[in-house]
């Protein structure tokens, strides 16, 4: 997915895509407890699936919920927001123990696998706005941290093309249909026992693209990754 990280130890290749991985990623700038004691990121890259797929066997998350960020709540609707006009993108809600994972984290996994942060509007085969990679955040540490940390990345030149992902202050979460959620899920599921209701999901873009992304992320973090799905 990611266009080129360089200092590669290996190449990659993830849903068709070439990747060249990193020996290392930098680590994220240290931010402090959140208040909350439940706390969220709403983070935005391309289709949801693939993007709850990874952070649902994160450790120390304990929800996720894939749904539209970014426009009005008359049209957070999949068949609308499709049309690339509405302002929403297609995001994942997680939410996370602080005591088990930090935010710093989760903004790693995101810049280093779960998508391509050099591409705006477009992931793999989707393009469009809808598509693009955006890190909602809710507070000003949210904030804070990760422009830092997409600053640090840019100085390190980790990737050859500059990180696009923008930052903004998120105006509301609205979950998607019941469908889409763990739609990584249903479809291992269809695959160990297949049932009629599999004739209607999208097997071949969740295996061509998002499970070899998930395996990478459990290659890369294996201390991160946990079987269980939240």
Known sequence: MNKGILGAAAIVVAGGVTLAIAASFPDPPKAAAPAQANPSVVLAGGCFWGMQGIYEHLKGVTNTVVGYAGGKKETAHYERIEEGDTGHAESVKVTYDPAKISYGDLLKVYFSVAHDPTTLNRQHNDSGTQYRSSIFYQNEEQKTVAEQYIQQLNAAHVFRDPIVTKVVALPAFYPAEEYHQHYLDQVVACDASFR???????????????????????????????????
């Open 196 to 230: 009629p209701q599999c004739a209607a999901l999208n097997l071949g873009y969740i295996r061509g693209v998002d499970i070899p992304l998930l395996k990478e992320f459990q290659s890369r973090y294996p201390e991160l990754y946990v079987k269980e799905s939240r």
